[in-house]
């Protein structure tokens, strides 16, 4: 079986740190993984993504997802998992951050954009009970450390089930990612509701 | 043997490093750029790495490196072949004694390149062998066959990854350190004949390296890593491990798909299980495994081709065709099958494979139910200068101070391309590295009332901008060079160069000054500024164009990605009559609205404090640069 994991955002959020952490979970328990990132120009505030892959031993060559393919997207921002929905396999999985990360061409040309149509599209089309919802921010800031936003994302993102890692499975492998000091930080921030 | 999550450019690194390379040098440029990085970081005993001043240098260095028997690679991405095509055309007559590897990321795309060119072609061009693998673990196996190849062959070897195995991750299994073969290099032995390039040399030379190519095609055709594979029925793909097909299926299909690189493995995925259709990988370009490809043909009423860039394969099997009068009809990007242009993503993979192979009616094509909810409109997301990036404040500088007057402002490569955004608008051309310079010049030569500016930055001055200034002194050009000098190489992920006294051994070295090495060339008006103090800035802009001849500024300030913010700014609300002058003029992505008044985003903000300088009443402060 293979579980594919979409992950996006605007650049610089940090979705690096959710892929790797996944990904040694993975490998912890025997799996195999792949996953594409996005580099390069578009971290200066494009929107960026990475696919995930995740192989129980199941043939897999390309680290790449097509369309109506992914278990489960992970959004930093809401308009993201908006253009990544058409990833989303028909029973997926969503979690999206709610808060919406203005480009600066809108706030130039005055033009508005919300996070309230992206969210409100969201429940529309994303199975009941297959969309999670967080105020990654606050969370994150509730916690005095803005960084961790992935990691609360993350966390969520486990706890629905679909990735076939427990939140056990991605604790013992944060010592092994993540930095001695933040380590406390990040597993507060993993575990958060 | 262990297995490790590592990224395309690190299991290249460490391949490298398992075949025991002696020397890697190289110049930055997206995707290639983690490969010299990682050589860096997992560094053994006696590896000496170094980012050379430009590509040709990377390429000159490695190649004295092999000359004295060392395993030695070199980096960068296609544009940068470019540089180097000059030490790179010769070296070939010559040859190497150490293995060298020649690594090219190639960028279909593209995604963070000025062209979608095909280093293949290069290959072809200059006669070299090429690699090309298909996956992270490939790219780890088959760099070590390539320093194999070009030690036994004396030649340098191409190996060209692109971005979608460069920058793709994999858990692989990679050799432990007691396993890394070891190398000592036998030196360099004195020998004009062998060393020194003469025309009657390389007369002797081309027709041994035509030969050797002849001869490639035979030894290629018998690598493993080029194969004939039965559909994607084989399995154990997962750890890398494809299993060739022994022997053709007499049942087989009518229909074959060949296809290299990023395209091989989105093939295979495309195909899962399928086994109607025979499949060529091609993981030797050039010389093309000729004899492997006949096999292949044989039986085939048709075939697609599925590659990125240019149609390489594809040429390659017609002219087999050709050559053994084989009736087999090749498709691709010539008979417009595959588009000629932009990255092959896997939904278009599995349309060429699908339509290919026939099988309409089974394809799922999606309809959404007509009462679907319409997507809202998702805003578009250019890249832009990060909030307080000193660059945004060198434009605007120049800007004002240059207002109402007839200018171009010409642009380079790296971070400050990104100057060309509204509302600066300060990026009227952009070429390649260091063309900016000379395009001034030459624009200045047929209007000679038009004040030219040049844009550069630092590690892109010492890359190739000295010798366009030193052109327009010489020529008696009338320009105005702006360094914008943030003390390191930012698009690519900030790597050192010769302004920063830091080279990749660790070690801090005196610091190569663009001041003095502007003076030494002959210019006279030579100013430092902090462009951050926009009154300054804008001031010694005005004044030096009171100066003929060719003057340069220095925009000194650090790139906000690698320094400490210095605070954050605020906007009085009493205060701010919500003019948007702040958005308007500098576009800092700092600078937001909500509910109608202008705010800073406090995540964002690095408090360069510019735009407290451009507010008309004074109502931004907090915390900012002064
Ligand atoms: S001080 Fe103003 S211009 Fe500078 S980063 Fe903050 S918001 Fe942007
Ligand atoms: S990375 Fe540095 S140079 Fe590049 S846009 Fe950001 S602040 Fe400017």
């Known amino acids: ?193 | 043997m262990h297995s490790e999550f590592l990224m395309g450019n690190a299991a290249i690194a460490l391949g490298a490093i398992a075949a025991g390379v002696d020397l890697v040098a190289g110049y930055p440029g997206t995707p290639s750029t983690e490969t010299l990085e990682n050589t860096a970081k997992y560094k053994p005993e006696g590896l000496y790495v170094e980012w050379s001043v430009n590509e040709k240098s990377a390429m000159e260095v490695a190649a004295g490196a092999a000359y004295a028997g060392a395993r030695t690679m070199v980096t960068m991405k296609q544009v940068g072949l470019n540089v180097a095509s000059d030490p790179l055309m010769s070296l070939e007559y010559i040859g190497v004694k150490g293995g060298m590897v020649i690594m090219v990321a190639d960028d279909p795309g593209p995604i963070s390149s000025q062209t979608e060119q095909d280093t293949r072609h290069f290959a072809y061009f200059s006669k070299l062998p090429c690699f090309d693998p298909t996956s992270v673990q490939e790219a780890y196996d088959m760099i070590q066959d390539a320093f194999a190849y070009s030690e036994k062959y004396g030649t340098p070897v191409f190996f060209r990854p692109t971005t979608r195995i460069c920058h793709a991750y994999a858990s692989i299994n990679i050799k432990d350190v007691d396993e890394y073969k070891k190398n000592s290099p036998e030196g360099f032995i004195k020998d004009s004949k062998r060393w020194v390039i003469f025309p009657r040399l390389s007369n002797a030379n081309h027709k041994k390296i035509e030969a050797r190519n002849e001869l490639l095609k035979d030894v290629f055709s018998a690598y493993p890593r080029n194969m004939i594979l039965n559909g994607g029925s084989d399995k154990g793909a997962v750890d890398g491990e494809i299993a060739a097909l022994g022997g053709l299926n007499a049942a087989a299909s009518k229909k074959g798909i060949a296809a290299g690189g990023i395209s091989f493995a989105l093939t295979m995925e495309a195909l899962h299980g399928r086994t109607d259709a025979r499949v060529l990988k091609v993981a030797t370009p050039h010389p093309f495994p000729e004899k492997l490809a006949v096999e292949f043909l044989t039986g085939l009423d048709e075939v697609l081709c599925l590659e990125e860039l240019d149609p390489v394969i594809e040429r390659e099997l017609i002219y087999v065709c050709g050559k053994y009068g084989l009736d087999v009809k090749i498709r691709g990007k010539l008979t417009h099958d595959t588009a000629n242009a932009g990255e092959n993503s896997l939904d278009l993979i599995k349309q060429y494979v699908g339509s290919f192979l026939a099988e309409s009616g089974s394809a799922d094509i999606a309809c959404e139910p007509e009462n679907a909810p319409q997507p809202p409109t998702i805003p578009i997301r250019p890249p832009v200068l990060c909030a307080g990036c000193p660059h945004r404040a060198s434009f605007y500088a120049v800007k004002v101070a240059m207002r109402r007057q007839k200018t171009i402002f010409c642009g380079d490569i790296g971070c400050y391309t990104l100057g060309n955004a509204m509302p600066l608008d300060m990026c009227d051309t952009c070429l390649c590295m260091g063309a900016g310079i000379n395009i001034a010049q030459g624009v200045y030569r047929i209007e000679p009332d038009t004040k030219a500016f040049a844009f550069v930055g630092d590690s892109t001055f010492f890359a190739s901008a000295i010798t366009g200034i030193i052109n327009a002194v010489y020529n008696q050009a009338e320009m105005t060079v702006c360094i914008l000098d943030n003390s390191t190489t930012a698009m690519t992920g900030h790597q050192p160069h010769p302004g920063t006294g830091r080279t990749m051994m660790g070690e801090v070295v005196a610091k190569v000054s663009i001041e003095a090495v502007l003076r030494g060339i002959g210019l006279e008006f030579v100013e430092t500024v902090d462009p951050l103090d926009l009154e300054k800035a804008v001031d010694t802009v005005k004044r030096a164009q009171e100066v003929p001849g060719v003057k340069a500024i220095i925009f000194k300030s650090p790139c906000v990605a690698i320094t400490k913010p210095k605070g954050k700014a605020f906007i009085d609300p009493e205060k701010c009559i919500g003019c948007r002058k702040c958005i308007r003029e500098i576009g800092c992505p700092g600078i937001v609205i909500n509910d109608g008044f202008v705010c800073i985003d406090d995540s964002l903000c690095t408090g360069c404090g510019l735009c407290a300088q451009i507010c008309p009443v004074g109502a931004i402060g907090g915390e900012v640069h002064d």
Not at chain 1, 89 to 102: H, L, M, Y
Not at chain 1, 164 to 193: P, Q, S, W, Y
């Open chain 1, 1 to 193: 079986m293979i579980k594919n994991i979409v992950l996006c955002g605007v650049g610089g959020q940090g979705t690096v740190l959710a892929s790797k952490l996944l990904a040694a979970a993975a490998m912890e328990k025997g799996f195999t993984v792949m996953s594409a990132e996005t580099i390069g120009m578009a971290q200066r505030g494009g929107n960026v993504f990475s696919n995930i892959r995740i192989s129980d031993g199941e043939a897999m060559y390309a680290p790449m997802i097509g369309t109506g393919e992914a278990d489960l997207i992970l959004a930093f921002e809401p308009g993201e998992a908006v253009r990544m929905l058409p990833f989303l396999k028909e029973d997926g999985f969503v979690i999206t951050n709610t808060r919406a990360v203005k480009p600066t061409t809108a706030t130039l040309t005055g033009s508005g954009y919300d996070a309230g149509p992206m969210l409100e599209y969201l429940q529309k089309k994303v199975a009941d009970g297959h969309l999670m919802q967080v105020d990654g921010d606050s969370a994150a800031a509730a916690l005095g450390n803005p960084r961790v936003l992935n990691v609360v994302l993350l966390g969520a993102a486990v706890r629905t089930g679909a990735l076939g890692l427990t939140e056990e499975d991605i604790l013992n492998v944060m010592g092994k990612v993540i930095k001695e000091k933040f380590l406390d930080l990040n597993r507060k921030a993993f575990t958060l509701a």
